[in-house]
């Protein structure tokens, strides 16, 4: 067993890094108070490739390992989980499941534009009346000659007013429960879909997420992913491999917590001491560190399976469990040694305790983790 990232890793973080601290870092706190979507931070990371890190080079992508990729959404997540998370939706999620399930057509009219940066994806599966139980789903495909016609209400569509490509779930067989959803590629522009308004939500303010209005909207058979009533298990694949990457968001916000907090004891005396000097102070931040690294290390784990071609979906729920937990608990201890200051917005620790909360919920709450984990350990016991 080896524990060193190769040349390659290090020169990734590094650049990522170097890019968030140069062109995020200085406005983030800024944008985060206007519920400003910086453009321009998309249009820099499309030139770096980095949102062509799952599209392969045929298709003017510049691909990254799941490693890579986990890599990349911490360093991203350390300064700002807005944009971890609309890079992760679109680099995670929707351009692997065009990637490996569009139809020739699909991928030539999709992925370079979505390597590049220039259309963003976004991810619709959540309806009004159904989340966590993603077989429940309303929203209607019928089928009429060579086109789709769709009805139905998406909501929390992560990027929604800001991308071009939708990957819509919605039901072609109502008679096949779990086996009649089918997953189609929409576009945001065509007549018959709506973009409504951002939620207001407690954190991720530079983040976008819409409801989204399907009305008549008529859809090509070639722009439907898989065959008819694969759309479940297409997207229940990528959100296993997608929870690596919202792990590596919690691992990133917490990182960026701990480091602010680590500051703050150099710099804060109470009692005629430097905070880091009281040991209660260390053993925080010894815990916090500690679990972060646990984290870590269960998100790369995850990762390292999928790279190699082995089952990874417990490890992957595993990985989104303890990371997403770890990061309430590592926020709210940075918070409390900021003491009172920690509780205002002078300090962007509060951003990372806000941004830090939905990491539980979003791409299956803790308890749909543990489901997956107890589901896929009962089968491996037989
Ligand atoms: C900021 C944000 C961005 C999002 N982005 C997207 C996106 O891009 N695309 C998308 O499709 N969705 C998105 N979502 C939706 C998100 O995935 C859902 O909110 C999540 O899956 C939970 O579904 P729900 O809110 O309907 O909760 P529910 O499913 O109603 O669950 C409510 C509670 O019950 C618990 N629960 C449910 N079933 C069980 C059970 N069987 N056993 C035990 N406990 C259970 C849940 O864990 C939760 O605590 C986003 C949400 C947020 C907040």
Redesign the pocket.
Known sequence: MEFAYTEEYHLLRDTVRAFMESEVAPHVDRWDRAGYFPDEVFRRLGEMGLLGASVSEEYGGTPLDALGQAIAVEEMARISASVAITVG?HVGLVCPMIVRYGTPEARARYLPAMARGDWLG?????EPN????AAGIQTRAVRKGDRYVLNGI?V???NAEKARVLVVQAVTDPAAGKRGISSFVVETTWPGVTVGRNEA?LG?HSSV?NPVYLEDCEVPVENRLGAEGQGLRIALEHLSASRISVAAQAVGIAQGAYEQALRYTTQRKTFGAFLVEHQAIQFMLADMVTSIEAARLLTHRAAWFRDRGRPFTAAASMAKLFASEMCQRVTYQALQIFGGYGYSREYPLERHFRDAR?TT????????QR?IIARELLRAAG
């Open positions: 939706v976004a991810f619709a599966q959540t159904t989340g966590s139980d998406k929390w569509v992560t939500k991720l997420t939905v919920l979003y791409e299956g709450t803790s308890e749909i489901i």
